[in-house]
């Protein structure tokens, strides 16, 4: 059964560069089928699409952020990381790593979260 | 790229039927039918519930089905049970390899 697992610091200097990484278990990150996607849920408030990667190193990012983010993908360990560079107080969030089925253009499986806090 | 129209709040009572709009722009919603939505429970991550506009999930039940018009969104929850209580997010794809959520609605079931 396919699982997400994110993983990386719970606590990011502002300024500094938040990093993450998602490790895909239970099925390969190199199919054609899907995109890899990382999504933000500040407290209380909505969810926000970041980015996604596909196998191939291909990126898409949300407008809003581009000029902050990175997505990169390592198929040899079926991981795929985020980088958030310049973090503020509004970049307190948990960040989800899903996946993206491209047929139905939705994120269909999805980590469980993890709660990043940008305080100095 | 502002993030799609939804209802902070809905409530209905066991057994009605409710509906969640989601409002967007011609160059989002309006123009793909590529919206779907997503349950949360409180503390837990979003659950896939409908793609496509109108295409449930595997194991998602049928009292669950969503619509399009124009440039809002729908779903539509019949038979409200305790367990639909959750907040609800609808997604659509926004040109350009770029994807939108919506506010979230917070369904509460009284």
């Known amino acids: 059964q396919l699982q997400l697992q994110e993983s990386g610091p719970g606590l990011v200097k502002p300024s500094e560069t938040l990093s993450l990484t998602c490790t895909v278990s239970g099925d390969s990150i190199s199919s054609s089928s899907y995109y890899w996607g990382w999504i933000r849920q500040p407290p209380e408030k909505g969810l926000e699409w970041i980015g996604s990667?596909?196998?191939?190193?291909?990126?898409y990012y949300n407008p809003s952020l581009k000029s902050r983010v990175t997505i990169s993908v390592d198929t040899s360990k079926n991981q795929f990381s985020l980088w958030l560079n310049s973090v503020t107080a509004a970049d307190t969030a948990v960040y989800y790593c899903a996946r993206h089925d491209r047929a139905a253009d939705a994120f269909d499986i999805w980590g469980q979260g993890t709660m990043v806090t940008v305080s100095s | 790229q502002s993030a799609l129209t939804q209802p902070a709040s809905v409530s209905g009572s066991p057994g009605q039927s409710i509906t969640i709009s989601c409002t967007g722009t011609?160059?989002?919603?309006?123009?793909?039918?590529?919206v779907s939505w997503y349950q949360q429970y409180p503390g837990k991550a979003p659950k896939l519930m409908i793609y496509e506009v109108i295409k449930r999930s595997s194991g998602v039940s049928n009292r669950f089905s969503g619509s399009k018009s124009g440039n809002t969104a729908s779903l539509t929850i019949s038979g409200l049970q305790a367990e639909d209580e959750a907040d609800y997010y609808c997604c659509s794809y926004a040109g350009s390899n770029t994807w939108v959520f919506g506010g979230g609605t917070k369904l509460t079931v009284l």
């Open positions: 990667v596909y196998y191939s190193g291909s990126t």
């Open positions: 011609s160059s989002d919603v309006g123009s793909y039918n590529l």
